[in-house]
């Protein structure tokens, strides 16, 4: 029967709830400040204005490039932060991390000593491609991916953190190379985390001013986004700006609500792993469509049982033989080491290590997902 759980309500402290409310005054009194000061009647003329919407589709161009951008390279650098120990890591996610709290105009000029004409790169990327990045859309899309894809990183990283590598040796062990692993395996386990991750990279690209306005200039139809018209139009024309704070402020809050709790709840996944044969004409009807991951693997057939030979070192020593076709059960109390012995054959873990030969051929230097042993 299922369980019924009944939510308690806890009343706050008395000296608690005060100034949390205190907080959510002062976090919405900015946003009630725009939805008073927002002249309703004009609003469709501001939004319709010929710079704003050149300026829209800019910030638009501009968001969806410095996404993609973050993606190709955000998501290889969160599962390395995630999975693989290497000196240097905390400076990594430091440099990771320092977009973040950097102030954007300190961004900005960064971006420009490292990637303008007169940068550190800028000349090299002038002289070899021909690409000038300040004061071109391109620069805008630097300047993005630069202050936005921390956002991504850290989701993923958390995700991928939070995640059992169980599946992951499995279709391993199974024969499933480490990027088809991650492609079929890893990614949909973790796309709350990166489905977050790319949302919230997305509007803080659509709404970055300062490294943009420093590094790329503010030139109308190339690097004059969204809030660089904003900035313009709260000196000329401050019922314009206004009426564009409240646009951009709608799709922050929409991104905001639509993932509401998406980066705090896992995801469940199911693995189905197929066995076949490789013989001419094999096919795989009777499969489920519909099925997220599917790892196909060889299997031995009744001709390909092989022997097994392994001396395993380790906090316990062992030499285990077993001829084709036998079977062996591994008993012992908590602790014994059952566990360690399989993953020592898989090639799984760094406690023991098995040099590993099944029939004649020599696994032990072979990735677990070569060896042949499930």
Known sequence: ??????????????????????????????LVGILARTEWGDLGAHLTAPG????LKLSLLVSCW?????????????????????????????????????????????????????GVLGPWLENTFGIVLPFHTSGAVVAATFVAMPFLVISLEG????????????????????????????????APGLV??????????????????????????????????????LQDSPEAATSLSLLLLAIAMAVLVG??????????????????????????DGDDPAAPADVPVKAPGPAEQ????????????????????????????????KTTLLRALLGLTPRAHARLRLGERDVTALPPHRRGVA
């Open 1 to 30: 029967m299922p369980r019924s759980r009944t939510r308690v309500r806890t009343r706050p402290p008395f000296t608690l709830a005060v100034p949390a409310l205190l907080a959510v005054a002062f976090l919405l009194m900015p």
């Open 52 to 55: 704003v919407t050149q300026a």
């Open 66 to 118: 410095a996404l993609g951008l973050s993606l190709v390279l955000g998501v290889p650098l969160a599962w390395l932060l995630a999975r693989v120990e290497f000196r240097g890591k905390a400076l990594v996610r430091s440099l990771v991390l320092l977009p973040m709290v950097l102030p954007p105009t300190v961004g900005g000029v960064a971006l420009l000593l490292g990637f303008g004409r007169r």
């Open 159 to 190: 995700a991928l953190g939070g995640l059992r590598p169980g599946f992951e040796e499995t279709a391993a062990s199974l024969g499933a190379s480490p990027v088809r692993v991650f492609l079929t395996v890893t990614l949909p386990m973790v």
């Open 196 to 233: 977050a991750g790319a949302a919230l990279t997305w509007a803080r690209a659509l709404g970055e001013f300062g490294a943009t306005i420093t590094f790329a200039g503010n030139l109308p139809g190339t690097t004059q986004t969204l809030p660089l018209q904003v900035y313009l139009l």
């Open 259 to 284: 993932l509401r709790g998406r980066w705090t709840t896992g995801a469940s996944v199911r693995v189905r792993v197929r066995a076949r044969e490789d013989a001419p004409g094999d096919s795989t």
């Open 306 to 337: 092989w022997a097994l030979h392994a001396d395993v070192t380790g906090h316990n020593q062992l030499t285990l033989d077993a001829a084709p076709g036998t079977t062996i059960a591994v008993v012992g109390p908590n602790g014994a080491g």
